[in-house]
């Protein structure tokens, strides 16, 4: 299966290459939209951490949130249970195909699996709390992965969104 993913995302690269992207513009685009940072040369990388933007080449949990949005747009589309439960299904299983094509970052796992129940609360009615979506995505993950608790991304991931879902309001 993994092999599959790897195969279609090198498919997606000579797409990219085929609409005349290529060299340094191939690399950022393979990097900010597939997690694919081989193709990045020396002087790109330094090039971005001396600007200190190179968060921007890693794929995040905003990436994750955009393909949310579609699918949000499409469920918002049906009013019949039945197309609302394969809206919910499909979209579900393309937030974690994207997961798996963009190399299971921390990041989109806490984003895939946050939006994932979002979707699933949607569909069955229930009221969905943002902070309750985000630690059962950080139990989930570290019961996975016990590693993850180390790892930087992880932590810097749930920070960040925990620090946006404390102090949203007091700041607005």
Wanted: aromatic share 16%; hydrophobic share 55%.
């Amino acid at each position: 299966m993994f092999e599959k993913i790897l195969l279609f995302r090198d498919k997606l690269i000579s797409t990219f290459k085929s609409l005349n992207i290529h060299d340094e513009e191939l690399s950022i685009l393979s990097a900010i939209t597939l997690g694919d940072k081989s193709l990045l040369s020396d002087d790109t990388k330094s090039n971005f951490s001396a600007a200190g933007v190179s968060h921007i080449l890693v794929v995040s949990g905003m990436h994750v949130g955009f393909i949310f949005m579609f699918i949000s747009l499409l469920y918002n589309k049906f009013y019949n249970r039945f197309f609302r439960g394969i809206v919910t299904v499909s979209g579900i299983v393309i937030l974690w195909l994207y997961a798996l094509l963009t190399g299971f970052a921390p990041s989109v796992i806490r984003a895939s699996l946050m939006f994932s129940l979002m979707l699933l609360f949607k569909y069955l009615g229930n009221k969905y709390r943002v902070i309750h979506a985000l630690f059962f995505s950080a139990v989930i993950s570290l019961l996975c992965n016990p590693a993850l608790l180390f790892n930087i991304s992880f932590q810097l991931s749930y920070l960040a969104v925990l620090s946006i879902v404390l102090f949203y309001k007091k700041l607005y």
